[in-house]
């Protein structure tokens, strides 16, 4: 996810500042989503995790 995240990020840098803002706010949103579900019975880490990095690699070129 750091990965695709840091990608994602300076794809969107180089697009214009509001694409980056939107880029951060974005991961900011999921991690406080997470950090605030995680340990609870009916949220699947896991789960959400991989629909990030999905998420993440949709912003990608095919290559990502």
Do not use: C, W
């Amino acid at each position: 996810i750091d990965v695709a995240y840091t990608r994602a990020f300076a794809l969107a840098k180089k697009d214009s500042p509001k694409a980056a803002d939107a880029v951060r706010q974005d991961q900011r949103d999921f991690i406080a989503g997470r950090n605030a579900s995680f340990g609870r019975p009916d949220y699947a880490v896991r789960d959400a995790m991989e629909k990030r990095l999905q998420a993440l690699q949709a912003k990608l070129p095919n290559d990502g």
